[in-house]
């Protein structure tokens, strides 16, 4: 049973996929909540640029890209491909919340 499916039971399954490249990726762990008819996935990422979120689906999956400069000056960048079954992806939304990158997708 994956992780998904235990957190949510079984209307809503799937696999997180992270896809690093480079050394300057940011490892985020997304926290998974149910919200009224959605699924939000919160990723603490405060060194994220709000200007360089793109988020696309294709073949049933989420692409989130970001990216942003630390404190220090070190560049970083997000790169996360998700799948998710339960969702309705096409219609899946991200914004910045605070130091969080938030995705909400309506539950199907």
Do not use: C, F, W, Y
Not at 50 to 67: F, G, K, M, N, W
Not at 68 to 91: C, F, L, Q, Y
């Amino acid at each position: 049973m994956g992780l998904l499916q235990r957190l949510l039971g079984n209307r809503i399954t799937g696999t997180i996929i992270t896809s690093k490249v480079g050394k300057d990726a940011l490892s985020v762990s997304p926290s998974i909540e149910i919200e009224g008819d959605e699924l939000v996935l919160r990723m603490h990422a405060p060194a994220i640029d709000p200007s360089t979120v793109e988020l696309d689906t294709h073949d049933d999956h989420l692409h989130l890209r970001a990216s942003g400069t630390k404190p220090d000056g070190s560049k970083v960048k997000i790169e996360e491909t998700m799948r998710i079954s339960g969702a309705d992806e096409s219609r899946a939304r991200v914004a910045t919340e605070g130091d969080d990158l938030v995705i909400r997708l309506p539950r199907g």
